[in-house]
């Protein structure tokens, strides 16, 4: 029916076991040439498994059936997915952090298997013609680290093209994106489609998958859950399919107008960082804030927390004027803050889920002498543990064991812990499944409901305008307009933010 | 089973297998030489230990840090000099007990406040330990000699030689000084805020800060008290050789740091516990005693501690590759 030479990449009843665990049952994946495929599923159901078999690093269990540019495969290998055109754009990139543009790009040039000698001014140039045939313009010369997250991502594509691939995996590259880089990186993926690349894409948001490709593979704990044109799927209908339940995607606006003000900032300014920004965040209100990196929103949450001083404004909680010059500050008058980066500011990683929960308590901790009374420690910790639902092994694991939803409700406990009258989340979901959002964001509601003033800064509008009660839109540093979820769309929210 | 899964729980399995090491050390020596299950034998090991038992205390808890204090020896050397001064100026060899207590507070100043000055730019400079203890070590070494014209001071009052080589109710004394010592590091290691945050920042100094940790302080604290169980590991070593100088023990400094990684610490801080580390100079002491009496070279022991740390180093490998 179809001509071979048609698929990039066939593969059928593909399995894999490690040990106990069924990582992979009977999974296919048909990519077509010069075609955007995704491939959507929730952290552990078996897409990085899936990616490793095509990229040869696992070899899959009997009976599989892999082709590769319509040949079939008996043996899989590392170097023979390399040859037959195959490269994968890791998240973490796999780039030299101290080596130039050009030396990243042609790296397999200079130290493949052959001895030769590494001839740069060649590499060059082939650099600057896959660079001009993504319709970009990088500094060659410039040291990969100077350059943003974004940039680099260009560089880990050019690299993968200047081995001739013809069939991209690409991880989750729009994670630490703003969405501006996003949509530069997006019609990146075009060009390479329209000349002939096929490209898989693996990522969690949503919208950004029914934009980009033309069918989506769904694969649910190991197990293969279909392939749909994206032309008719909708973004809550793909998430039950990627989580197997239902997700109720309903605005939760309620009208706080008369709640007393837990917060109230006047005219807050800090030179290059925010400007003249005045707001309020009622007992039990979830106020959003939907700002892009650079608009202002961290430097503000900063700001709030006493990691920089503002030089004009108020900052009122409770009625009380306050001037956190700390974290420590900023704890004891009751404010909690979540980092938008979580692996490295919002918890110790490599330390135990219960050091993680009590850490910003520790003074409650204490009994007898002064010391550390273990018993009450793990009453905090399981009691936390309970009440948030966290799934853990033992609170004696380290933190970086679980998953980013369960990190997330980790965060939330040990902030809860100080029990805390102002909440502020900074991007509270990323690196979080689809189905473990819902679960936080639920969290999230029953907070407002006893009583702690919200503050949610997303940069995904989406996310913003089904949880809030009211949505402030931050750029340039400073607060532009003031929305009520009721009254609006996200389309019509979108459009006029992006606008 | 359960029962054996709750001791190795409960004391944790570093210190289980260190202890099956301690044990073949203490076998093998006794079925070599008749002289290693002795008295005397053991007597020496319970004097010789506490001095470099001190300094290793001294180099854990910056290591736990993420750091390191090159300094301890040239600290415990400067504290002792200045112990040494108070002596002098009170009548040497007839100086009273009340001098000694002047002496010894004069000791713990000097070595807290050098350890400070090393915490306080560690934390509020951003500097890198090694660089700032590096320097800290040159400045006393040559401080030291500088004020000792490079030689000894000695002739110190009778009751220092029962400070260094007395006993008291059959335990010597600088064994209980030692662990008095151990057991106020691992209190504060596993139980106070203090501890708690050490690790923390051991890990990740920045999600410590965030968390609300006094991440400065308690840099300036850690190196302060670095000085402070330098000054008596100081103190404690006038009293043994009966004199003070400058380069008493500099090849002590390296040993530390292997105790400490012998002992399970983690080189990139953040993880390590004290009763291993006790259990590894142990290992240490026990194996650098053996092999001198069985009349192999004193210089073959250092050999043999650099080859025991990669063999351990190979059996954690293949334990937790078992384990996997």
Not at chain 1, 407 to 434: C, F, H, M, N, Y
Not at chain 1, 440 to 454: C, D, N, S, Y
Not at chain 2, 53 to 79: D, E, K
Request: glycine content about 10%; charged content about 15%; hydrophobic content about 50%.
């Amino acid at each position: 029916m179809n001509t071979p030479n048609e698929f990039a990449l066939q593969m059928r009843h593909v399995s894999k076991r490690f040990g106990g665990v069924q990582a992979l049952d009977d999974v296919s994946l048909e990519v077509k040439v010069g075609e955007v495929h995704c491939l959507a599923g929730e952290n552990g159901c078996g897409k990085s498994t899936l990616i490793k078999i095509v990229t040869g690093v696992h070899p899959p269990e009997h009976g599989a059936e892999i082709s590769v540019f319509g040949h079939p495969v008996a043996a899989y290998s590392p170097t023979l997915a390399r040859a037959s055109g195959i490269a994968v754009i890791w998240q973490d990139l796999a780039l030299f952090p101290h080596m130039s543009v050009a030396e990243n790009i042609g790296f397999d040039e200079m130290v493949g298997a052959k001895p030769h000698l590494a001839n740069l001014k060649s590499i060059r140039k082939r650099a600057q013609a896959v660079m001009t045939r993504l319709g970009v313009s990088l500094d060659l010369d410039a040291r990969l680290n100077t350059l943003p997250i974004a940039e680099r991502q260009v560089v880990a594509i050019a690299r993968a093209l200047i081995s001739d691939a013809r069939l991209i995996f690409m991880d989750e590259p729009t994670a630490s994106l703003t969405q501006s880089e996003t949509d530069a990186l997006l019609d990146i993926v075009r060009t390479l489609s329209a000349n002939g690349v096929a490209i898989v894409f693996v990522s969690h948001r949503l919208a950004e998958v029914l934009d980009i490709a033309e069918r989506v593979t769904v694969v649910r704990d190991g197990r293969m859950v279909g392939v749909y044109p994206t032309k008719d799927m909708t973004q809550s209908r793909l998430g039950e399919l990627m989580t197997g339940s239902s997700l109720e995607s309903k605005v939760s606006a309620r009208d706080m107008s008369s709640a007393e003000a837990v917060l109230d900032v006047v005219g807050l300014t800090r030179r290059d960082e925010f400007e003249d920004i005045s707001f309020t965040v009622g007992r039990g209100e979830v106020v959003g804030v939907i700002g892009l990196i650079g608009s202002g929103r961290t430097e503000l949450a900063h700001a709030l927390i006493g990691m920089s001083q503002p030089e004009a404004g108020t900052i009122r909680l409770n009625n009380a004027s306050i001037s956190p010059r700390s974290i420590r500050d900023a704890i004891k008058v009751g404010i909690a803050y979540v980092s938008e980066d979580r692996l490295s500011l919002g918890l110790v990683q490599q330390q135990s889920i219960a050091d993680n929960a009590v850490v910003s308590v520790l003074s409650r901790l204490l009994g007898y002498l002064g010391l550390i009374s273990a018993s009450k420690k793990s009453n905090l910790v399981d009691d936390w543990i309970e009440r948030l639902a966290v799934k853990i092994g033992t609170s004696k694991d380290a933190v970086s064991t679980l998953s980013g939803g369960n990190q997330q409700r980790v965060v939330l406990a040990k902030w809860l812990a100080t029990e805390p009258k102002l909440l502020i989340l900074d991007s509270p979901t990323v690196g979080v499944d689809v189905g473990a959002r819902a679960g936080i964001f639920k969290i999230v509601r029953q907070l407002a409901e006893q009583g702690i003033a919200i503050l949610l800064i997303s940069d995904e509008v989406t996310e913003a305008y089904f949880n809030s009660d009211r949505i402030l839109h931050m750029a340039d540093g400073r607060i532009q307009s003031e929305y009520n979820p009721i009254q609006t769309t996200v389309a019509a929210l979108e459009e006029q933010i992006y606008a | 089973m359960s029962f054996l899964t709750h001791i190795r729980e409960s004391i944790g399995s570093e210190v289980l297998s260190l202890f099956s090491a301690l044990v073949v050390v203490v076998v093998g020596f006794s079925i070599a030489t008749p002289l290693f299950l002795s008295a005397s034998n053991f007597g020496s090991i319970a004097f010789q230990l506490p001095v470099l038992g001190l300094l290793t205390l001294a180099m854990m808890v910056p290591i736990l840090s993420g750091g390191l204090n090159l300094a301890i020896i040239y600290t415990a050397n400067i504290s002792g000099l200045a112990m040494a001064a108070v002596l002098m100026h009170f009548g040497g060899a007839e100086a009273s007990l009340g001098a000694f207590f002047l002496g010894a507070i004069a000791a713990i100043v000097v070595g807290g406040l050098s350890g400070l000055l090393m915490g306080l730019v560690v934390a509020y400079l951003g500097a890198h330990p090694i660089l700032v203890s590096l320097a800290m070590m040159i400045f006393l070494r040559g401080l030291g000699e500088f004020l000792t014209h490079g030689g000894d001071i000695s002739g110190f009052p009778p009751y220092m030689e029962t400070l260094g080589h007395g006993s008291l109710i059959g335990v010597p004394v600088p064994l209980l000084i030692f662990l008095a010592a151990v057991f106020i590091w691992h209190i504060k290691l596993s139980r106070t805020q203090h501890g708690f945050s050490v690790y923390m920042i051991g890990s990740n100094i920045d999600a410590a800060e965030y968390s609300g940790l006094h991440t400065r302080r308690t840099l300036a604290m850690i190196y302060t008290l670095s000085g402070v169980i330098c000054a008596v590991a100081g103190i404690l070593m006038a009293a043994r050789f009966n004199s003070v100088r400058v380069g008493h023990g500099e090849a002590l400094l390296l040993v530390t740091v292997l105790a400490c990684f012998l002992g399970g610490l983690d080189p990139f801080g953040g993880f390590g516990r004290v009763l291993p580390v006790v259990i590894a100079l142990i290992i240490l002491q026990c194996l650098s005693s053996g092999l001198n009496l069985i009349g192999a070279n004193q210089h073959l022991s250092t050999a043999v501690w650099g080859l025991f740390l990669i063999g351990v180093m190979a059996m954690r490998w293949v334990t937790s590759r078992l384990r996997e």
